[in-house]
């Protein structure tokens, strides 16, 4: 008899973000004193105006009916104002599939480009979604490693010596979820003139597209390298702009044969996205930049505190991330020493004996393809973030 669960599922790893927040979140319900760095959302509510536009379309009968799968026509026509207006891509609402949640976006345009065997370009650390998904739709996921001496930023070479016949894609991510690295705005266009050249797709996650600091800047790739735009797949959503992670509202962009197709797909996956959440989407993408702008202040100051307080910790050494809410500091120097009559030789172990001993929930690097380091989420409160910090200096220290 074979197994109860399928092969394909049953090779798919639980979010190791999720499972540390999780877990976190149970000793805080069991009275613990913890204090969790693990999940990635912002600690701020959903701004009122937004929350009054959901609330609204609850009362209107129109929105207890199913919509059209691929989303709102006037959200799609919203979004494609919109990512003309945050990064200059000029689109059309017909290149638009509104998606529940950025994870959705991912798995869907994984699903309708890849067939069996074909390989995407994963530079690493990456967010641990990407693999499986990757997986779950028949292709390869190849890593290419860029660590802290490169700020964490691939390079073409690098590129160029992981391609084989069998590419098909390159997924990028930037500002980067787990490092919080941001590539100039030179090196995503010599990255996309790369991917023109050998005729590759790009799938690019720009979800933190506002969240930068400093000079840094989000860039487009199809807006500086306009020759790829039709093999270029954006993801995007609402959820870390606008403090909305719990609403599920994320989109794909792309040439209209591939948005067709994916729609197509999400029509028998879940038809349409909650319409309550995409009428809360719409007054968000419609609205101006002072919400994100008035939270990038928040996490600057906490960005600062954070790398700060790392890299004063014998063995840690952290690079500035200069996008997302995320530092992600090697830990290679603490592995292999006593802390508290224990050892840990990896950045998993180190985890849970920080949990263990000072109940502070950080995410290994294992979780995002690369041993010896700790992604530390900045959203939180300063207070929280400030004694966090503070339980792992004293640990290590």
Known sequence: MGSRISARIGAISESATLAVDAKAKALKAAGRPVIGFGAGEPDFPTPDYIVEAAVAAARDPKNHRYSPAGGLPELKQAIAVK???DSGYEIEAAQVLVTNGGKHAVY???ATLLDPGDEVLLPAPYWTTYPETIRLAGGVPVEVFADESQNYSVTVEQLEAARTPRTKALLICSPSNPTGAVDSPETVEAIGRWALEHDLWVITDEIYEHLTYGDARSTSIPVVVPELADKTVVLNGVAKTYAMTGWRVGWMIGPKDVIKAATNLQSHQTSNVCNVAQRAALAAVSGDLSA????KKAFDRRRRTMVRMLNEIPGVECPEPTGAFYAYPSVKGVLGKEINGRTASTSAELADL???E???AVVPGEAF?????LRLSYALGDDDLAEGLSRIAKLLG
């Open 83 to 85: 990512t003309k207006r």
């Open 108 to 110: 869907n345009a994984f």
């Open 292 to 295: 994100v702008d008035e939270m």
């Open 354 to 356: 920080i949990l263990d």
């Open 358 to 360: 000072v109940e502070v």
């Open 369 to 373: 393809g690369a041993r010896g380091y």
